[in-house]
Structure formats: C-alpha cells, structure tokens
C-alpha cells in the first residue's frame, strides 16, 4: 500500500528556515509528480510548489524565492527560507503516477511565530 511520510515540520521564528521531506513507498511504482500544498485554519488547501517530469518546478507567488523544492526518485523536499507567519499552515505531500493517481500524506505542522 502506497505511504507517503512527511518530516521536518516545527515551530520556528520569523525569518528562519525549516526543511520538510516526503518519502514515498509502496506500488505507486512511477511517479509523474511530486508536490507540496498547505492548509492554513479557515483556508482552502493550496499549492506550495510542485515539480513533474520533464518540467521546471512551479510556485506559489507567496512562496517564490523564498522556498525551493527538489526531487530525487521517490523523495521530495521542500527548504523553506525566510518564513514569515503567513506560512503557519498543515503541509501535506503529494505524489502522482504516470495513471493520474494521486496520493497525499497526512500532513506535518509548520508555525512560524515570535
């Protein structure tokens, strides 16, 4: 059964960074897509950022310059610089097969707060 496991989330100060990671495991064999999306309270969930095969990553405008996802086979990380309080949200992976099937983990809290 596909799992998706996410790390790295934390409290940290304005202004500081913080590392998420996503590691996929299980029969969703090839993957097409791996992303990042975040839920704030009260908000609708979002894209982050999100990088396919064959094509440069794509950001959210809140995030660009601040944050870089990169892959490598069934990992994806997300380094998040400069974080600033409207980045307090649930950050959930995302995985997409060749299929058209997604997959979400279960999401890691990230609070950026003073």
């Known amino acids: 059964q596909v799992q998706l496991v996410e790390s790295g989330g934390g409290l940290v100060q304005p202004g500081g960074s913080l590392r998420l990671s996503c590691t996929v495991s299980g029969s969703i064999f090839a993957i097409y897509a791996m992303g990042w999306y975040r839920q704030a309270p009260g908000k609708q969930r979002e894209l982050v950022a999100r990088?396919?095969?064959?094509?440069s990553p794509d950001y959210a405008d809140s995030v660009k310059g601040r944050f870089t996802i990169s892959r490598d086979e069934n990992t994806v990380n997300l380094q998040m610089n400069s974080l600033e309080s409207e980045d307090t949200a649930v950050y959930y992976c995302?995985?997409?097969?060749?299929?058209?099937?997604?997959?979400w983990g279960q999401g890691t809290q990230v609070t950026v707060s003073s």
């Open positions: 990088v396919s095969s064959g094509s």
């Open positions: 995302n995985a997409q097969n060749y299929h058209s099937e997604e997959y």
